[in-house]
């Protein structure tokens, strides 16, 4: 009885662990507000400095400027159909990877396992794997930005986990001593079962592809080849002349400091859009897949 | 037990064909595994290990004219070169100094919030706090870089105009553009970037814990703070451990992107670090067999470390990682 009661009751640490997660979730909530506000107030607020958490003199100015923009909007487009090439192959090498990994029957599973993780301790560097590129012709291709990074061993490791902890082995047993071959299985029982943790790596190639730039530094000099994070890099960090260029041709509508939180919260969009509808997948399939990282 | 029921329907199968199991026998039996197997194979031996040969411009006079044939071997040359390199010196200490002060900041906060989120029983709020913390993870340097850079001006920065307004500094404070004060923001923005993410691992080691050990706890009457201190944090020791063990193998590995988002001429003095000297010596000068030595070193640092650790972990009788 007195224990149901202490259970259930809130007393003063509750409230106090409340009030910190509430203070460190609004560290990670208004700043962005403050942004979204700034990219759609007139300049002469933003100037003036009163511009906090809503915006004033509504105005879409710096996002219509955006769209003026051929680079930045070719560079978006461009950007989603490599995170989607990239995700699918992501996907089919991790796949083809946790799966037969996780059959115990599998002779040199120990040392195929070692081959594929050991690049994830030593890597031969940056130069190295530039020269590589090189060789191989890749060099400002769109190719130089999908496989060399297209499977992740740490992705692959947690999709091993997810296998091993939620799809019993009795019933890929029996599957297989019904005669059913290893591409049926997978194709029948292992993937149906593994939505949640399919949702989360594919979330995670996809934004990790999305906010990458700096393999788009190393191999990419062609400016259409750029993705947006990279452009975006040029433009805002540093007073590099992509930044002067977009400027100017907006300059009549909005200052750079709304044109930037403008092309921040537009290069952003993607993520924000499928981040709530995968979010309830992921939780659950890294904590499942997560066993030993 | 399950296996004798595969072995010994495999045996009914082979036994006709083959007296051995021999490597072709398991090839015919699990070829489609293989096949599946044989395409990251492929990926990993083409983009990774065709780069590991390039490791031996670190012993060369390396000329990127003239090519590995053309170039000559100088021993270990290029490595005594870069211990009297001045910019070497600066990077390593900077790369040492800030992966230390990550580690000692960003590795015990995530444990900490997953042990504050686990004592939340509003369902709802547990939630939405969790959505809300994991968000900065899945966003870019670049956009994490301007959003702070924007927030931190010293004059029109939003925390800076709030300050001000309370009256607590009368000057704004160059949170990222004076280089002592760009080593605390630096080290609190990388905490604030993964303190989320990373609670997931250690909230999901907090349920495995078995709610016997709180309930024992509990009518033996411990408080909130005991149960945490005798039932938690020992029920996710293993994870930490793990955890801590690949933390350590990237001290001397730095992140390219977060510290080319928030560099700037003021701070350069802290900002440069390995991952910034190899880039600029390498790609920017073309001093490629000096950028490829010093990515050696911190590769192999990197991986002693592991090893040291792992070992360490496993004599005091704990799992290890490897």
Redesign the interface.
């Known amino acids: 009885m007195n224990?149901l009661i202490?259970k259930?009751r809130?007393g003063f640490?509750?409230i106090l662990?409340?009030i910190?997660?509430?203070l460190?979730?609004l560290?990670?909530?208004l700043?962005?507000i403050?942004?979204a506000a700034?990219s759609i107030s007139s300049n002469t607020a933003v100037l003036s400095?009163t511009v906090?958490f809503l915006p004033k003199e509504v105005t879409f100015n710096a996002y219509s400027a955006i769209f003026k923009d051929g680079q930045l909007v070719w560079s978006m487009f461009y950007s989603v159909i490599l995170t989607l090439v990239f995700t699918i192959l992501g996907m089919?090498?991790?796949?083809?990877?946790a799966?037969?990994?996780t059959?115990?029957?599998?002779?040199g599973r120990k040392v195929?396992t070692f081959?594929?993780l050991f690049?994830l301790?030593?890597?031969?560097?940056?130069?190295?794997?530039?020269?590589?590129m090189k060789q191989?012709k890749l060099l400002n291709t769109f190719w130089v930005l999908v496989?060399?990074l297209?499977?992740s061993p740490y992705n692959?490791l947690i999709m091993k986990s997810f296998f091993l902890s939620t799809i019993p082995?009795?019933l890929e047993?029996s599957a297989?001593?019904d005669g059913a071959?290893?591409?049926t299985i997978?194709g029948k029982i292992v993937l149906p079962l593994s939505k949640p943790i399919i949702a989360t790596i594919s979330l995670f190639y996809a934004?990790g592809r999305?906010?990458?730039?700096?393999d788009a530094?190393?191999y990419i000099t062609t400016k259409a080849l750029q993705p947006i994070?990279y452009l975006?890099?040029n433009m805002?960090?540093s007073s590099s002349s992509d930044a002067i260029s977009l400027a100017e041709g907006a300059a009549i509508q909005s200052t750079p400091?709304v044109l930037?939180?403008a092309i921040?919260l537009f290069?952003?969009l993607p993520?924000i859009c499928i981040?709530?509808f995968v979010?309830r997948y992921f939780?659950k399939g890294?904590?499942?897949g997560?066993v030993?990282? | 037990m399950k296996n004798s029921v595969l072995d010994s329907k495999a045996t009914q199968i082979a036994q006709p064909m083959f007296k051995k199991k021999g490597m072709l026998y398991f090839l015919k039996r699990d070829w489609q595994l293989y096949l599946l197997v044989m395409l990251p194979l492929i990926f990993v031996f083409t983009f990774k290990y065709a780069a590991y040969p390039g490791i031996r411009m670190a012993f060369m006079d390396y000329k990127p004219a003239k090519g590995y044939a053309g170039s000559k071997y100088v021993g270990l040359e290029i490595f005594k070169k870069i211990f009297q390199d001045k910019d070497f010196k600066i990077a390593l200490r900077n790369s040492i100094v800030f992966n230390l002060l990550d580690l000692a900041v960003s590795f015990p906060a995530p444990i900490i919030l997953a042990i504050l989120l686990n004592e939340v029983k509003i369902h709802w709020f547990k939630k939405v706090t969790q959505t809300v913390l994991y968000l900065p993870y899945f966003l870019s340097w670049v956009v994490i870089a301007s959003v702070m850079l924007n927030l931190m001006k010293p004059e029109s920065g939003l925390i800076n105009i709030f300050l001000m307004n309370k009256g607590l500094i009368s000057q704004g404070i160059p949170f990222l553009t004076e280089k002592n004060h760009w080593a605390v923001s630096y080290v609190l923005i990388g905490v604030w970037q993964s303190m989320g993410w990373g609670s997931i691992i250690y909230l999901s080691a907090i349920l495995g814990i078995s709610p016997d050990l709180y309930e024992a706890a509990t009518i033996d009457g411990a408080n909130k703070l005991q149960r945490i201190w005798h039932v938690t944090l020992p029920g996710i020791r293993p994870t930490i451990v793990t955890l801590l063990i690949m933390n350590l193998g990237r001290l001397m590995g730095s992140n390219f992107e977060r510290l080319v988002a928030f560099g700037n001429v003021q701070v350069v003095d802290f900002q440069y670090q390995l991952a910034i000297y190899i880039y600029e010596k390498g790609l920017g000068a073309s001093n490629f067999s000096r950028a490829t030595a010093v990515g050696l070193f911190q590769a192999l640092v990197g991986l002693v470390l592991v090893l040291i650790a792992d070992k360490i972990a496993k004599s005091l009788g704990e799992n290890g990682l490897l």
Not at chain 1, 92 to 97: N, V
Not at chain 1, 121 to 132: D, K, N, R, V
Not at chain 1, 210 to 214: D, E, H, I, L, S
């Open positions: 224990k202490t259930k809130i640490g509750d662990i409340m910190i997660l509430t460190l979730s560290t990670c909530i700043p962005f403050h942004i700034k400095k906090y089919i090498l991790t796949i083809c990877a799966y037969p990994l059959r115990k029957r599998l002779k195929i081959i594929l690049t301790y030593f890597s031969a560097g940056l130069i190295p794997e530039y020269l590589l191989l496989l060399p297209a499977f692959m082995d009795s047993e297989f001593l071959s290893d591409f997978l934004v999305w906010n990458a730039f700096a530094k190393y994070q975006l890099s805002l960090l400091e930037q939180a921040v290069s952003t993520i981040y709530p979010q939780v890294i904590m499942l997560a030993k990282g």
